[in-house]
C-alpha cells in the first residue's frame, strides 16, 4: 500500500500564510517594475517620435511645424502635431500613445504628447539656447507619478534626446 502524506489543517493553513506572506511582499516590486516598464515605453515613443521631427526638419529646412498646442479646445485652425508628421509617423502608429495615458489625452488630441507651441516655425538650429534645453514635446499629464516627482512626466527635447527635467 501506498503511503499517502497527510497535512493537519494548520499544517496546511501555516504553508498557505507563508505564500500569501511572500506574495504580499513581491506586489509591490511587480507594481513598480510594470510602472518602470511603462515609462521606457513612454520614452522610446517619444524617441521615435523626435525621429520623425528629424525628417519633418530635414524636407522643411529646419523650421519647425505650425501645430496645435491643445487641438480639442479649438482655439484656431491649426492641425495635430500627429498629422502634421503623418508622412513621417503614421497616425495608427502606437508611438502616439503612452501606455500610462489615463486621461483619454489620445482620443481626445490625437496623442498623449503635447507639442511645445513656443517652437512653431521656429528653427531650433539658430536658437540661442541649446537645442539639449529646448522642450519639443512632452506628456499631456504626469503619466508616471505625481506632478512634483521627478520622472512623472517625459519629455523630448531639440537635439533629440528623451528624459526628465533637470
Known amino acids: 500500500m501506498k503511503n499517502i502524506a497527510k497535512f493537519t489543517l494548520i499544517e496546511l ?3 498557505i500564510g507563508v505564500i500569501a506572506i511572500i506574495a504580499g511582499l513581491l506586489m ?25 521631427f528629424e525628417m519633418y526638419l530635414q524636407d522643411s529646412k529646419g523650421i519647425m511645424p505650425t501645430a496645435a498646442q ?17 508622412a513621417y509617423i503614421t497616425t495608427e502608429s502606437k508611438c ?14 490625437g496623442s498623449s504628447y503635447e507639442y511645445n507651441a513656443m517652437n512653431v516655425e521656429r528653427n531650433i538650429d539658430k536658437s540661442r539656447r541649446s537645442k539639449a534645453d529646448i522642450i519639443v514635446m512632452y506628456d499631456y499629464y504626469s503619466f508616471h ?19 526628465d527635467l533637470k
Not at 509591490?28 to 520623425?52: E, F
Not at 491643445?70 to 503623418?86: A, F, K
Request: aromatic residues 8%; hydrophobic residues 30%.
Open 13 to 15: 493553513l501555516t504553508v
Open 28 to 52: 509591490p516590486a511587480a507594481s513598480k517594475a510594470r510602472a518602470a516598464a511603462a515609462r521606457t515605453y513612454c520614452l522610446n515613443n517619444l524617441k521615435g517620435i523626435g525621429t520623425g
Open 70 to 86: 491643445t487641438p480639442s479646445l479649438g482655439l484656431n485652425g491649426d492641425p495635430r502635431i500627429c498629422d502634421v508628421l503623418s
Open 96 to 109: 502616439w500613445k503612452c501606455p500610462s495615458d489615463n486621461e483619454d489625452s489620445y482620443i481626445t488630441e
Open 145 to 163: 507619478g505625481r506632478d512634483t516627482m521627478p520622472g512623472s512626466r517625459n519629455y523630448l527635447f531639440g537635439d533629440w534626446h528623451v528624459g
